[in-house]
């Protein structure tokens, strides 16, 4: 476009050159791939799902105006997001909400997370009930404790409303504590009676057993080898010597070992008879 400008000085007349309006913008290239459509213009490159890529009609050739090109890169941001979601699905479940804080932390708007999150569900791809399920399933299977599995959906975002449908059954989580019962008595053999109740009640409840099915299950145990206890108290005595037989002597030996034994979870009775022995020795 032609300004004409009056010269006070000359009287002569000059033209200068206004900018154009229209910067429409001309599709010189589309290319379908596996995942995503290509869209070339004569200086960018945009990706679109296919599904987007459909509701906006493009062709080579079609020139759009600056406002539809600044729609369409916004419609290629989102694609760009909707793919790592669909991205992160593939690899494993998730519930919305953590589909969400994903997205948030990748720089998606509200409403961008929104309507990912509802093309998502649509296509059945995202389904917190489902997720659920499954979650519960493999919870059990890991002889998880009720309280473990409900925390961590707590923690995903599954509904309180969905949350409800996940009953405590006393039977099966009695059945999963006996399961890893004898693994852990195998791993802490050597250890006195009331060193492994401490450690077995603390490890169930730590791993989200109730207590009305951990208290049961410990007094099962109540009927224990006293000869074992006996062996396991003389290896702790002899590991106790080594340790302080170098710094203490006499009756200072005698009161440290004392106190590591009872820290050990040892009884009384049991410890002094064993330090009794000891003692007859050393005379």
């Known amino acids: ?73 916004s419609v ?44 998502l569900t649509k296509k059945g ?42 009953k405590f059954d006393y039977d099966l989580e009695l059945q999963k504590a006996k399961m890893i019962l004898p693994r852990l008595q195998k791993a802490h053999l050597s250890k006195s009676h009331l060193a492994q109740h401490r450690f077995f009640y603390e490890w169930y409840l730590s791993h989200g057993f109730a207590k009305d099915v951990i208290t049961p299950l410990i007094e099962t145990l109540e009927h224990y080898s006293l000869s074992q206890e006996h062996e396991n108290l003389q290896k702790e005595l002899e590991n106790g010597k080594r340790k302080f037989a170098h710094k203490y002597h006499g009756k200072k030996l005698r009161q440290r070992l004392f106190q590591y034994l009872a820290q050990k979870g040892y009884n009384y009775a049991h410890i002094s008879e064993a330090l009794g022995a000891l003692e007859d020795e050393m005379d």
């Open 125 to 166: 791809l995202l389904d917190d009930a489902t997720y659920m399920e499954d979650r519960i399933a493999y919870g059990h299977a890991r002889l998880q404790g009720y309280h473990a599995i409900y925390d961590d959906l707590v923690h995903k975002g599954v509904s309180a409303e969905l949350l409800e449908k996940f």
């Open 76 to 119: 290629a941001a989102l694609c760009k997001l909707e793919n790592y979601a669909r991205g992160l699905l593939m690899k494993g479940p998730y519930t919305r909400k953590v589909i969400a804080i994903k997205l948030y932390a990748k720089g998606a708007k509200r409403h961008q997370v929104e309507d990912i999150l509802q093309d």
């Open 1 to 73: 476009m032609f300004i004409r400008l009056n010269d006070s000085m000359t009287t002569s007349w000059r033209c200068i050159i206004v900018p154009s309006e229209n910067t429409s913008r001309t599709i010189t290239s589309i290319k379908l791939l596996k995942k995503v459509v290509r869209v070339y213009f004569d200086e960018r490159m945009m990706e679109l799902t296919p599904d987007r890529f459909t509701d906006q009609y493009l062709y080579v050739g079609k020139t759009i105006n600056e406002t539809d090109f600044e729609n369409l890169k």
